[in-house]
């Protein structure tokens, strides 16, 4: 059977959107398909955190987001009416120094739109039924919502099919895990009330946990922990009680367009790759939504391998390079899962005594200024690392993000001088990016030595590597630093590293490029 697609994406919501479209601008062909016969109208995740952003930049959309979405700068935690934590976020070191919030709906609109722009599209009540893989690609069986049965042949498939993973379930592979013995209420209405409209509140409470978080057009977001409360299908006149109950502020509820209940996971498949089939986001791996991190982790695991993919499909990198996906996101995704237990273990605390030893504890520890940027980091995702990759290789210097760590944006300009540019600009041309810093002291040798591989590079992989030096106001000590397509350095050495980087640029592109003298 013909391969007709690189790719075959199982699932349109926001991470396969964004492998979707990645896949299509790094060069690779794709078919998405989702069982639903239309996008979802409800709102769910709503935080789009500062990583996130940056990416969503390096793909063109970030202005467009942030100009729909709203800005929340700080989130407040009280025990009962006493505050004990505030995580501010305009001292991030990014662009983007604060959480988006936007319902789902409106970013899975977004993306889908991104991604007919780029000429392509989702096949709406197309269901995948089963597949079957071998050396070479893989066949699937798709159902058509009018009950037309179908195959295709791709080289890859990725499961994008959120926790009840189709995928997943014909891998066979364990979703290992546990439930929480918690029950939530969601809900989404207006609210009248005084404290800040661009910052969110998490009330702890001995009645339970309420939490409020902006939305765009005054409108916020309701996670009300009803654990304690009889079960039953809740009515919006038992959240005004419920909130009523547990704020310490006077407030007023009205204009509801979402409730609903849910139960919190954790939860991770026993691999993301098997074969020449992934997994990706819920289908991967679920967890409590402390933190707000389930729709990045996903996005994020997204950008990660579609750049690889690409490389793949083009035949310009060996097929090994796809088996880091799962080496660099699967430490990322047990960090999130790690992370949000603790935090949802510690609200969740019982006893008047572990209360008042977590209150205390968190108010001592939060007025660190280390502490809260260590917790900033974390919580916007520009702490994601892949330093223990295989594919990534430092050779230390004093200044600047490590192999493996995320690059944040700067001034740069062309190697010839050209033109200027920021970071995650020239990332939008899905390539890798050499940057080759020089100092004003620089020798003439080391200037010609640099200069040479600028040639070699643009000579023999210009396609795949565009080459920059930081702008005047961002220039550093004589260093070599190549960051991948998703933001990540690759490789990093000193002026004396021309020929490991030659190597690495062999073994990244085999054949395309003669190790460096």
């Known amino acids: 059977m013909t391969i007709e697609a690189d790719v075959l994406v199982v699932g ?44 969503l930049q390096s793909m063109g959309l970030a202005d467009a987001f942030v100009e729909r979405g709203l800005l929340v700068h700080a989130v407040n935690l009280y025990s009962g009416a006493k ?20 319902a789902q709906s409106e970013t899975e609109r977004m993306l889908a739109d991104h991604l007919k722009r780029l000429g392509g599209r989702v096949e709406r009540g197309v269901k995948l039924t089963e597949f079957e893989q071998d050396d070479s690609g893989v066949t699937a069986t798709l159902v058509r919502s009018d009950g037309e049965i179908a195959t295709t042949r791709v080289r890859w498939l990725a499961g994008c099919d959120g926790a009840h993973s189709i995928v997943r379930h014909q891998l066979e592979l364990p979703f290992e895990g546990k439930a929480y013995q918690f029950d939530f209420l969601l809900a989404d209405v207006h609210v009248t009330w005084s404290l800040p409209a661009d910052e969110a509140h998490v009330f702890i409470t001995d009645a339970g946990l309420l939490a409020i978080f902006p939305l765009p057009g005054g409108r916020h977001r309701l996670v009300i922990d009803t654990s304690a ?30 409730i609903s209940d849910f139960r919190i996971h954790a939860r991770m498949a026993a691999r993301l790759q098997e074969g020449r089939v992934f997994l990706l986001g819920d289908a991967a791996h679920i967890h409590s939504p402390a933190l707000a991190q389930g ?33 660099e996101r699967r430490p990322v995704e047990q960090s999130v899962l790690q992370q949000t ?7 969740a605390l019982e006893g008047p005594l572990a209360r008042s030893v977590r209150d205390r504890l968190a108010a001592v520890l939060s007025s660190f200024d280390a502490v809260q940027q260590r917790a900033r980091r ?10 223990r990759s295989r594919i990534v290789e430092e050779h230390w210097l004093p200044q600047g993000p490590p192999a493996g760590d995320r690059v944040p944006d700067m001034r740069l300009t062309a190697w010839d001088g050209s033109r200027e540019t920021t970071l995650l ?5 899905a390539t890798h990016i050499l940057l080759l810093a020089l100092d004003a002291s620089v020798s003439e040798d080391l200037q010609r030595r640099f200069d040479a591989i600028a040639r070699q590079v643009q000579a023999t992989l210009g396609d795949l590597i565009h080459v920059y030096r930081p702008s005047a106001d961002a220039a550093a000590s004589p260093a070599i630093c190549l960051i991948r397509p998703d933001g990540y350095v690759g490789f990093r050495g000193s002026s004396a590293h021309v020929p490991e980087l030659g190597a690495f640029l062999d073994r990244l592109f085999p054949g395309r490029f003669a190790a460096a003298a």
């Open 12 to 55: 349109a919501g926001p991470t396969g959107l964004v492998l979707a479209s990645e896949l299509m601008r790094h060069g690779a062909s794709c078919r998405i398909i989702d069982a639903a016969p239309a996008p979802s109208e409800q709102s769910r995740a709503i935080g789009i955190q500062a990583r996130t952003l940056e990416l």
């Open 83 to 102: 505050p004990i934590v505030r995580l501010a976020f305009e001292d991030l070191e990014s662009a983007f120094p604060y959480v988006l919030t936007l």
């Open 229 to 258: 409360t009889e079960r039953r299908e809740t009515s919006f006149a038992d959240c005004q009680a419920i909130v009523a109950e547990r704020a310490p502020v006077a407030l007023a509820l009205d204009d509801p367009r979402w």
């Open 295 to 327: 729709m990045n982790t996903g996005i994020q695991d997204a950008v990660n391998l579609a750049w690889k993919i690409g490389l793949v499909a083009q035949g310009v990198a060996a097929p090994a390079l796809l088996e880091s996906y799962a080496a």
């Open 341 to 347: 237990d603790l935090v949802t273990r510690l609200i």
């Open 378 to 387: 974390s919580v916007s995702e520009l702490a994601v690392h892949y330093r």
């Open 425 to 429: 600009e020239a990332l939008r041309q």
